[in-house]
C-alpha cells in the first residue's frame, strides 16, 4: 500500500545525540571473566543438550519447474539504468534478507559454514523470489570464510 517509509533515523534526531562515553571496555572485560570462571547466570541449572544435535529438517517446498521471476530476473532484462529508475518508482519497501551474510559473520562466532547455508539456497530461489535481494557472500564474509573458517 505505500505507507511505509525508511525515514525513522532522518525524522529522529535524538538517536543521533549521543552520552558522554564511559569505560564499557573494563566492564566487559570483567563481565567476561565473571562467565568464563563461573558460568552463564541463565545456564545455572539447565542441562546441556545431548550430543549429537539432531540434524536441521529443510522445509518441503516445490522443485518442479522454472523458477518464479525475480528481482534478478528484473535487472538482467533492464539493464542497470533502467532497473534503478524501477526502483525508485516502486511504491512497496523493497527488502533485502541478510540471514545469510549475518550467518556467515555473526551467528555461531562465525562458525556457521557456507556448506552449512547451501542447502536452504534452492529453498530461497522458489519460496522468496519476490525479495528484492540477498546479502550473502562478499565484503567481510569472504575475510570470515578465508581467515577464520578456511574455506
Known sequence: SGDVTTRFIDLTPELLAFTKRLDRATKLLRYLGEVSVNGHPE???RTLPS???PAPVLPAFD????????TRDRLRELGAEK???????????????????DAHQSLFATRMRTADML???PFYARELSQLFSLECWGG???????RFLKE
Open 140 to 146: 567481510a564474509t569472504f575475510d570470515v570464510a578465508l
Open 83 to 101: 532497473f534503478s529508475r524501477w526502483m525508485l518508482e516502486q511504491k512497496q519497501v523493497l527488502l533485502t534478507d541478510t540471514t545469510m551474510r
Open 63 to 70: 522443485t518442479s519447474g522454472a523458477l518464479p521471476y525475480g
Open 51 to 53: 550430543l549429537p544435535l
Open 119 to 121: 542447502p536452504i539456497a
Open 43 to 45: 545456564m545455572s541449572g
